[in-house]
C-alpha cells in the first residue's frame, strides 16, 4: 500500500510569482525510510509540508492538485486525524516544546490525540527505553543539550504511534555528537518501527546509509527519485543540482571510471572500503 500519493500538486505562497511545487507526482510505500536531498530554497519544507497537511492549511496561497495519505485525501481528514497519522520534527527543537518537564511535553501530545491515563504511561515507558531518554524525564525541556532536546523532541513525536514520520532539517543546528545521536535514533525508527520515515537532511554521507530511496528536489520539483543505491550512478547529474555529493563516493566512481570497466560504484563506506581493498589486491 501507498502510504503517500501526490498527484499533480502546485502550491504558490502568497505574494510569490513562482510557485514552491511546480506539479509534484510522487508515490511512497508504506515502511520506506526515505531522504530528500536537495539546494537551498528547492521546495524540500514546502514538500513535506504539505504531505503533512500544513500547507494549505497553516498558510496563505494557491493549492492545486491532490495528497493523499494511505489512500485518503488530507483535505478530506480532520487536523486530529492528520495528526495522528503524519508526526513532523523541526531543524529547532525549542519551537516544539510547550511544557515545564519532559515528561509533561511527551504525555502533553499523548492527551491531545485522546489517550487514556493508563495508555499515557505505557507509552511512556516504552517510549523513554526505545530513545533513552528515561534519566531525562523530570528535566525542564530548556534546560537539555541540542542533542538532549532533539531526542525528546522526536520521542514525543515516536509516543504518537503516527504512521508516517517526517523530519525537516533534524540535525541541521546540532554539533556532531549530538547530530549523531540523532542519527543512531533515526537507525532505531527504520529498524524497530513499522514507520514511513521522511527525512529532509544535507548529510547524503550519513543518509546513503539509511535510506531505501532518495528524493532530489530541485526549483519547485522532483528532479529524480529511486532506490539509494544506484541514485549516484550519474554522478554528473546530481552534481549539476547542487548537490554536495561526499567525496568517498566521487573517488570510487573516479577509481571505476579508470578502470574502464563499467563496475557499479557503492556508495556506503563500508562498501566502498570493501571494493578497494579487493582491487588492491586484484580481484576482478
Ligand atoms: N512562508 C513563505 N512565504 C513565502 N514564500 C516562501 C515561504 N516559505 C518558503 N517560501 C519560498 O518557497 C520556495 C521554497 O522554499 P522551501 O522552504 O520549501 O525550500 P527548502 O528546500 O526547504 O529550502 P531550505 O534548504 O533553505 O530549507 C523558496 O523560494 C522560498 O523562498
Ligand atoms: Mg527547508
Known sequence: MNAIEIKDLIWRYEGRETPALKGINLEIEENQ???????????????VAAIKGII????????????????????????RELARTVGMVF???????????????????????????EEIGKRLEWVCK??????????????????????????????????????????????PISK????????????????TVIVVEHNVEKLVELADKLILVHDGQIEKYGATETFFDDLDFISEKSIRVPGAIK??????????????????????????????????
Open 33 to 47: 525510510f526515505i531522504g530528500v536531498i536537495g539546494p537551498n530554497e528547492a521546495g524540500k519544507t514546502s514538500l
Open 56 to 79: 494549505p492549511e497553516n498558510y496563505n496561497g494557491i493549492y492545486k492538485g491532490d495528497v493523499k495519505l494511505f489512500g485518503k485525501l488530507n483535505r478530506d481528514s480532520s487536523p
Open 91 to 117: 531543524a529547532d527543537p525549542d519551537a516544539q516544546f510547550t511544557s515545564m518537564s519532559v515528561e509533561e511535553e511527551i504525555s502533553f501530545g499523548l492527551e491531545n490525540i485522546g489517550c487514556d491515563v
Open 130 to 175: 526505545l530513545t533513552n531518554i528515561e534519566g531525562l524525564l523530570e528535566k525542564p525541556p530548556y534546560d537539555l543539550s541540542g542533542g538532549q532536546k532533539q531526542r525528546v523532541a522526536i520521542a514525543s513525536i515516536i509516543a504518537m504511534k503516527p504512521k508516517i514520520i517526517i523530519l525537516d532539517e533534524p540535525t541541521s543546528m546540532l554539533d
Open 180 to 195: 549523531d545521536m540523532v542519527f543512531d535514533l533515526l537507525r532505531i525508527m527504520k529498524e524497530q518501527l513499522n514507520l
Open 251 to 284: 573517488f570510487m566512481h573516479m577509481v571505476n571510471a579508470s578502470r574502464n570497466k563499467g563496475e557499479h560504484s557503492p556508495i556506503q563506506l563500508e562498501e566502498i572500503e570493501k571494493t578497494v581493498k579487493g582491487y588492491l589486491k586484484g580481484d576482478e
